[in-house]
């Protein structure tokens, strides 16, 4: 898991393809791309975490990625007066008495013997305390949502820096990670996968349907930036002076100049986690983490807890893409719940990582930057080829317009014959584990 010289050609041809973008189509595409390609490469990062180390088989990336998501709004948005004084401690109550429902039938199994008692026990304090909860939490969302719901209609966040939701992301992200763990992890690869992609769902249905936490499907937007807005630096004097001095005008300046703070920002994310990733996988834990992926019963014969340690790592893995999942809507500077595409988009993740190499890091960081380029690119250049190879059919040629029409379509067929040749010639990525 070295960086070797063939690393170092691999992300030398990336950075020409970054280039090239923008000599072509501009520097602020090229930036663009590059940001949400760090941001990507992170998102590799901790399924490479759960699959390549661990062989753990997790396709719910989208809902650790939401809940990052739902993070960034929770932290930075300010806080709805309006909403907190008509029904926010009333929404609060009832959660409390939705935990403490669980808990209480949790005690009552653990501590009372089995038998008739128990469970007519347990069946009048779930019914009574269900009853409870909703009719407590439900008169709060409602009063919470009558307010103002055209532009606010929820409870708002905390009101502080953005950069804060990053790792509060991760800790959210961590865990849902730890309840997913602790009941699914116990499954056989096939089923974990369908109970990590039925949980995302899951999550993803409560952000578009649960207004009074993030409007649903009626967005967030106005998250704050940790970076500065161009409006604010083309009224800078200062600012105006730097851009003339380098022939640049200062409206372009001011968006190439706020992109390259993002992609500064993003890059160090992705350094530390990196680092951190390098440093626990060439630790004595992550030599154990292999010998449990490669042979589950020879470490247990060796007295490993393969339970827990699939646990540590899926909760690190988690942790990993709800802050990336952060990140985006930093980026976007807005929650859209309804973007969130379990199926989509953990399948570009999943060939990223893939493509790049499993089970070796810088593998799925180059892996994120190329698939996320070419996700990006290949539409483009495809709708080139075509109106190319077309240019010679009538105008009005029904073929033609269908070829044209197909070019939307460039994208999922080239991330699968991607997919396919690199797993005919190069079976174990780009990048492959040593």
Same mark, same amino acid.
């Given at each position: 898991m070295t960086f070797n010289t063939r690393s170092a050609a691999l992300y030398a041809g990336m950075a020409v393809l970054l280039i090239g973008t923008g000599m072509v189509q501009g520097w602020n595409t090229a930036l663009l =791309?590059?940001?949400?390609?760090?941001?990507?490469?992170?998102?590799s990062l901790g399924v490479n975490l759960q699959w390549g180390f661990?062989?753990?088989?997790?396709?719910?990336?989208?809902?650790?990625?939401?809940?990052?998501?739902? !993070? !960034?709004?929770?932290?930075?948005?300010?806080?709805v007066g309006?909403?907190?004084?008509?029904?926010?401690?009333?929404?609060?109550?009832?959660?409390?008495?939705?935990?403490?429902?669980?808990?209480?039938?949790?005690? =009552?199994?653990?501590?009372?013997?089995? +038998?008739?008692?128990?469970?007519?026990?347990?069946?009048i304090w779930i019914v009574a305390g269900f009853f409870i909860y909703r009719a407590v939490f439900d008169a709060g969302v409602d009063a919470v949502e009558s307010v103002n719901p055209a532009a606010t209609g929820y409870l708002g966040g905390l009101g502080l820096p953005v950069l804060i939701s990053w790792p509060v992301g991760g800790v959210l992200a961590a865990g849902a990670a730890w309840i997913i763990g602790k009941t699914a992890l116990g499954l056989r690869s096939d089923y974990l996968a369908i109970a990590t992609l039925g949980i995302a769902e899951i999550v993803i249905a409560i952000l578009k349907n649960e207004d009074w936490l993030a409007r649903g499907v009626k967005n967030v937007i106005g998250i704050p930036r940790p970076v500065p807005y161009e409006v604010d630096l083309q009224q800078d004097p200062s600012f105006i002076e730097r851009a003339a001095g380098l022939g640049m005008d200062p409206t372009m300046a001011s968006t190439i100049y706020v992109k390259l703070a993002y992609g500064a920002l993003f890059a160090l994310f992705l350094i530390v986690i990196l680092w951190m990733a390098q440093s626990a996988l060439n630790s004595p834990w992550g030599r154990m983490m292999r010998a449990i992926r490669d042979n589950e019963t020879a470490a247990e014969?060796?007295?490993?807890?393969?339970?827990?340690?699939?646990?540590?790592?899926?909760?690190?893995?988690?942790?990993?893409?709800?802050?990336?999942?952060?990140?985006?809507?930093?980026?976007? +500077?807005?929650?859209?719940?309804?973007?969130?595409?379990?199926?989509?988009?953990?399948?570009?993740?999943?060939?990223?990582?893939?493509v790049g190499?499993?089970?070796?890091?810088?593998?799925?960081?180059?892996?994120?930057?190329?698939?996320?380029?070419?996700?990006?690119?290949?539409?483009?250049?495809?709708?080139?080829?075509?109106?190319?190879?077309?240019?010679?059919?009538?105008?009005?040629?029904g073929l033609r317009e269908h070829l044209l029409d197909s070019a939307a379509h460039m994208r999922?067929?080239?991330?699968?014959? =991607?997919? =396919?040749?690199?797993?005919?010639?190069?079976p174990r990525g780009l990048i492959p584990e040593k």
């Open positions: =791309i590059l940001n949400m390609g760090l941001i990507s490469a992170i998102m661990a062989g753990l088989f997790n396709v719910g990336v989208m809902g650790f990625v939401a809940l990052g998501g739902l !993070a !960034a709004v929770l932290v930075s948005m300010d806080p309006d909403a907190w004084s008509a029904g926010g401690l009333q929404v609060l109550l009832g959660l409390v008495l939705g935990a403490a429902t669980v808990v209480g039938a949790v005690l =009552i199994y653990t501590r009372m013997s089995a +038998g008739r008692r128990r469970l007519l026990a347990m069946v014969a060796m007295g490993k807890d393969v339970t827990r340690r699939h646990l540590q790592v899926f909760i690190l893995g988690s942790a990993v893409c709800g802050i990336a999942g952060a990140m985006m809507t930093t980026l976007d +500077g807005q929650l859209t719940p309804g973007t969130y595409q379990p199926l989509r988009f953990t399948f570009l993740v999943w060939v990223m990582m893939i190499g499993s089970g070796n890091n810088y593998g799925a960081v180059l892996g994120g930057l190329l698939i996320w380029w070419l996700w990006v690119m290949v539409e483009p250049i495809g709708l080139s080829l075509i109106q190319l190879v077309t240019s010679g059919m009538a105008e009005d040629s999922l067929m080239t991330m699968g014959l =991607i997919l =396919i040749l690199v797993l005919r010639f190069s």
